[in-house]
């Protein structure tokens, strides 16, 4: 791979991203190779068809989700973003817009397009610390098994 298709590519992950919608789903080719694999703390698939089912899923999920981009570098085939992900819950403190901070380590195709595709986010600090119940638990557990 060039390093201008290198670039492209990461241009067009970042754009894809910072884009996203339910409608702009139906461009995921242009981004992904067909046989391409996705992988989150939640997921784990491969192909298109199963990757944008991974996002319409998000979307049933939660309430106005953005990604937004903070940082990427790459070489060669491969690729780092670091990401910022906003969104409101879904049937409980809709008001309050939630924020969860990642990376994701991605493989280019000589193309550009993503072949791997890998999210890496702390679940239990971004995520399941601000659920009720289970929020209290986990600082809880944090207080217990800190040093201070």
């Known amino acids: 791979m060039s390093g201008a ?3 492209a590519g990461l241009a067009r992950v970042v754009a894809f991203y910072e884009t996203l919608s339910p409608q702009s789903l139906a461009c995921i080719g242009e981004v992904y190779a067909p046989d391409a694999r996705f992988k989150d703390p939640f997921n784990e698939v491969q192909g298109l068809a199963a990757i944008e089912n991974v996002f319409r899923h998000m979307y049933r999920q939660v309430h106005e989700p953005r990604f937004s981009v903070t940082s ?3 070489e060669g085939a491969e690729a780092w973003l670091a990401w910022e992900f906003r969104f409101r819950f879904q049937g409980w403190r809709e008001s309050e817009v939630q924020l969860v901070r990642g990376a994701t380590h991605l493989r280019l195709a000589p193309d550009g397009r993503v072949t791997e595709h890998r999210d890496y ?3 239990g600090e971004e995520l399941f610390a601000r659920l009720p119940l289970l929020g209290g638990l986990m600082r809880f ?3 217990r098994l800190g040093a201070s």
């Open 5 to 7: 298709q290198h670039a």
């Open 72 to 74: 990427s570098m790459g």
């Open 121 to 123: 986010w702390d679940t």
């Open 141 to 143: 557990l944090r207080r």
